[in-house]
């Protein structure tokens, strides 16, 4: 690739004023199995308010690649959105999502999914070559049928890096792909601890 046509790229992701919205899309969500004896029993309802799910964050590049750019990402609705496919498969039951929580005491767990933070950058390009890096939290309320809560968790994904590629016009949707993945893990990561929890749960409820 030739410095003519490299030059306007580099300037674009240094100093232009670029906003761009990512979207939930399913497709990029993986799709990995949960083996059956890590399932949590019963059915999960997966809780978040109108205000949970309007809830966006826009910021800015946290490398000088990509300065120019300011993103908005609308972490209600795909913390809510991966929360239902996550938990669907790992309870037995599979999961429902609601901002009603009067129908609670309905489901074995109430949990609610909130992003508290989302940062994103492309640090150390390589010529003409750029890859995104994506950092996040996670945090876990698991809630009883009145509203209190018995578990309450934070998950730090560190930083995250996807595949080195050339810069083009795909680096947003690249960005958002990578969204999808992190935040899937660590949702995984949650499951993985509701599932102790419920366990524990049960041996304590057994020693009584």
Same mark, same amino acid.
């Given at each position: ?14 100093? %232009?004023? %670029? ?8 497709? +990029? ?24 799910? +309007? ?58 999914? /909130? ?12 010529? &003409?070559? &750029? ?12 809630? +009883? ?26 680096? &947003? ?14 949702? /995984?990561?949650?499951?993985?601890? &509701?599932?102790?929890?419920? /366990?524990? /749960? ?7």
């Amino acid at each position: 690739m030739s410095f003519l046509r490299v030059a306007p790229m580099l300037a674009a992701l240094f100093l %232009c004023g %670029c906003a761009e919205t990512l979207a939930y899309r399913p497709e +990029d969500v993986p799709d990995t199995p949960i083996p059956y004896p890590d399932r949590i029993t019963g059915k999960i309802l997966i809780y978040t308010t109108r205000t949970d799910d +309007d809830r966006s964050i826009t910021a800015g590049s946290t490398s000088l690649t990509g300065a120019g750019l300011r993103l908005t990402v609308p972490v209600g609705l795909m913390v809510r959105e991966i929360a239902l496919k996550v938990f669907s498969k790992a309870a037995s039951a599979g999961a429902d999502e609601s901002d009603d929580f009067t129908t609670a005491s309905r489901y074995s767990i109430a949990l609610r999914p /909130q992003i508290e933070n989302f940062e994103y950058g492309f640090p150390h390009p390589k010529g &003409v070559e &750029v890859k995104p890096e994506v950092r996040m939290t996670l945090r876990i309320s698991l809630l +009883d049928a009145t509203g209190r809560v018995l578990l309450e968790k934070d998950y730090d994904s560190g930083v995250v890096s996807g595949s080195r590629h050339l810069i083009s016009g795909k680096l &947003v949707e690249r960005t958002d792909k990578l969204t999808h993945e992190v935040m899937f893990d660590l949702m /995984q990561r949650a499951a993985a601890d &509701v599932h102790l929890y419920e /366990q524990t /749960q049960a041996r304590a409820a057994a020693a009584n």
